[in-house]
């Protein structure tokens, strides 16, 4: 009897364990993470923390009415400097028309020798130069970004961070139907 008795005690312990423990993820979920509180416990497709910037529009740094992508960068990221080949093929483009290329670079002025010598010595002419403090205006603190915007100018899709294959193949893809 007495086996039996401790048996079911520890059973009962663990039990109080295993819910105390769930019970102490659900209030951290709902209480640190409103995302979850909001979205009915389903993960928003942005990452958490990151800016949302579908629908912001890009129409004032647009020439002719083109879709195309705003890449943001910064000199001191590490992994923009490891996605400059991707950013070149993009700025070659396969596609006829190629799509409009925008550059931000984090903390270097449109109208400094700095920006200029970046971009020409990442192989990044012809990429239409925009005032980073715009991006920054709209929240966005990390780099690597690009984003995707249709002809009206407004941006339809954001990627953030260094592009796996398959999410450059997904951006190259995304550029080929707004032909």
Known sequence: MMVIDRFLERGANIALIVAALFISIRIGQVWLKPSLRSSGGQVR????????LRGKSVARFQKGGTSGVLI???PTCHFCEESMQFYRKLLRGSSKPRPSILLAVAGLSPATDDLHRYVRQRGLEGASIVDWSRVYEWGVRNTPMVAYYD??????QVWFGKLSSVQQQEVTFVLSLSD
């Open 45 to 52: 497709t942005s990452p958490e923390g990151l800016p949302q």
């Open 72 to 74: 943001y960068v910064s």
């Open 151 to 156: 002809g009206s100018g407004i941006i339809q």
